[in-house]
């Protein structure tokens, strides 16, 4: 079981500097948009607005270093409590992203209309669902290759990192953490779809079942 939250030793304030020359993992606890919007070169995006504890949990080994990306001192304690539940003890330090001064990179956030034109045409596309193998079989959008999100850091080697790729889930929170696997995966051109496969699906565009999803609704 996790230490008592008395006996965990609290993050320090750290240095742009510090935080480029971190020996661990860089969380950057903010929503999609902010992150896509900008956020430090090669950390991952885990909001904290959605299952923060279960991912970070699953994405990263217990006892990494961690530094935290925030905008303010209670979305670091919620990180940390949170963190702590699920046995990451080692939250080292954080940074609010207003103070940091260094190189940043961005992520685009586009609208399923977007993607779905480019289904429809000729343009270069790689587009990669990170939602559960089960959920994607259910039905997803035309010409998506399934990849689930925890599977992704080993399994990205699938994809050609130079083509524009874009990447989507249910509702476009674990796709934001997928665009980050990605980023520090050495991909270049990366797009977050907004609202996902939900969206998708409200707005009437193509999609597919698979074989063995449509044998069991038989």
Known sequence: GSAPMTEIAKPRAISTN????FDGVVVDIRTNAEFGAGHVPNSINI???GQFASWAGTLIPIG?????VADNA?????AVMRLARVGH???????WFSEYTGEMRTVEQVSVDTVS??????APLQFV?????????AGHAVRTINIPLD???EDFEKLDPSEPTYVICQGGYRSSIGTSILENAGFTELYNVTGGTAAWINAGLETEASVAACAVTK
């Not at 669902?129 to 079989?137: F, G, I, P």
């Open 74 to 78: 209670d979305q670091v304690e919620e």
């Open 64 to 68: 990494t270093p961690i530094a935290i």
């Open 89 to 95: 003890e080692t939250v080292e330090g954080y940074i």
């Open 151 to 153: 599977k992704l850091a």
């Open 129 to 137: 669902d990170v939602r559960r193998v089960a959920e994607h079989n």
């Open 117 to 122: 034109d480019l289904t429809q045409s000729d």
């Open 47 to 49: 909001g904290l607005g």
């Open 18 to 21: 510090d935080l480029l020359n």
